[in-house]
């Protein structure tokens, strides 16, 4: 029997014991999930950021290491993980970003705040139709994909960047340095969904801010250090950037003193924009270790020299 070891943490085997276990039976997949075992006899291990476990090198015959998040930035540079390492995409995390996404890009959209009226006055400032408000998401893979796909559901117009070109999307998508000054300088609401890597750390620096229109709103539930903290400070005071709704931050949770969290122009929400849904991530792991029994190929493997 395969044993599974499950080194996501003890908060989280009570939510996943029993989807895990369910979604096994229904894939046919014969399993003894456990959550201590002998290194050596363990052939896959669930894992969460937090986990205890730090050294992979007595796992020797572990052909799969799934992550329970979708982001692998604390788990990508372990020198000891020489094991194939998966990042979870699961359906239900997909739908809880679209959710926050699209909730706030229309928030800011519909200027739902301003029109809240508590004091006096009746400042009638009609909204453009979202055919009118330029959208930019950053980051085309699963979540930025989903996202820009119901955004444009939505009638906004939407932009994409990435890495790599991409073809054959419902709307236009950019790629590289100068292809970023270009879906910028388009972008009345900027929505970043990339990972945290070497390369993506502090994008968003104070040149490239300022290569938004002025007044442009950023959302930002991919990753805190995306953004460069005070050159966005700066920014949202002098007016360039409008607003800036942040769900994911360098140290989290926020420091209860950190700058963010008075600033009339910031909204904090405390990294709850997508959770893994242990149900429909429990048939994610089913499958990949029913791949991993028969030999296929594992699905959403990270690429440990790209971080992503
Ligand atoms: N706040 C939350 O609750 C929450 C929840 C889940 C995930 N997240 C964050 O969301 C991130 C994205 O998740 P995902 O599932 O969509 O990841 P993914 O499928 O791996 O997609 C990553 C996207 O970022 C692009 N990218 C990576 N490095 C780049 C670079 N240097 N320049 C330009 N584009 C780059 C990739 O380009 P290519 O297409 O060219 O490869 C890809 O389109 C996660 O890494 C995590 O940080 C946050």
Redesign the pocket.
Known sequence: MNVVLFAAGAALWPEYEAPLRRAFAEAGVAADLVTEADPARVSAIIYAPGSPLQDFTPFTRCGLVQNL?????RIVGNPTLTQPLC?M?DPG?TEG?VEYVTGHVLRHHLGMDRHILRAPGWDQIIPPLARERRVTV????????ACARALQALNFDVAG????A?TGLPFPAD?GEEGLQRVLARSDILVT?????A??EN?LDAQRLDWLPRGAVIIN???GALIDDAALLAALDRGQIGHATL??FRVEPLPDDHPFRRHPRVTVTP?????TRASSASRVVAENLRRLQRGEPLLHRVDLARG?
């Open positions: 998040w979708a982001g692998v930035e990042r995409v995390l970003m950053l980051g085309l893979g699963e979540l930025g994909l960047w990435s890495r790599s991409k790629h969904l990339l990972p945290r890597t390369e993506t994008l539930p991919g990753r769900d994911v990294h709850i924009a997508a959770d992503y």
